[in-house]
């Protein structure tokens, strides 16, 4: 379903991603820190997150994480998507990223990504801007949840799809369903 989490040592994805959703942006110490009680311990998992290659490296390769100046790592909207779908559980989202999301600002015009159209930046904004602040919401997660399912389902790879990209084909998809849902509302 999703590369990152087939891939040798998937658990290591998984617990990056869900500690930094939950804790907000760390250091690569303080996620290998959070996730073991045992120094040796501690000591093995950092190697692996900042070892040449490592997985820190390559989840910002594929754009799962971004990594900052001050030397902490995040996820992006992609690895909270990842994340979100994958688990059986709704995860905690830290307030950083709620606060991030909402304040998200778009351009003038946005390019639907795959199609030659352009569409105005505002209606994306306040869109997204109403998904992020409801981030607490169980219904929002699941929302979203099912229309990443939906999109993965149709053939998107998650492991290629740029950030932008897929936050394009999400709002597609949003936008489209609040369309209908105001149809329907209307009665035609």
Known sequence: MIGIFQEKEPHYNLMILKTLLEKGPLKPWDIAKSNSSKMDRTQDIHGN???????????????????????????????????????????????????????MKFPAKVKIPFMDVEVPGKKY????????????????????????????ESGLNLDVVSDSGLLGLVLIKILGNSGSQRQKEKGT
């Open 125 to 152: 904004e306040e869109v997204y801007s109403e998904f992020a602040e409801n981030l607490s919401g169980e219904q929002e997660y699941v929302k979203l949840k099912r229309i990443v399912e939906e999109l993965l």
């Open 49 to 103: 997150l900042i070892r040449n290659n490592g997985k820190l490296s390559k989840l910002c390769a594929k754009g799962y994480t971004t990594h900052h100046k001050d030397g902490t790592y995040a996820p992006t909207f992609k690895g909270i998507l990842a994340i979100l779908v994958h688990e059986k559980y709704t995860p905690k989202i830290s307030q950083v990223y709620k606060n991030a999301l909402s304040g």
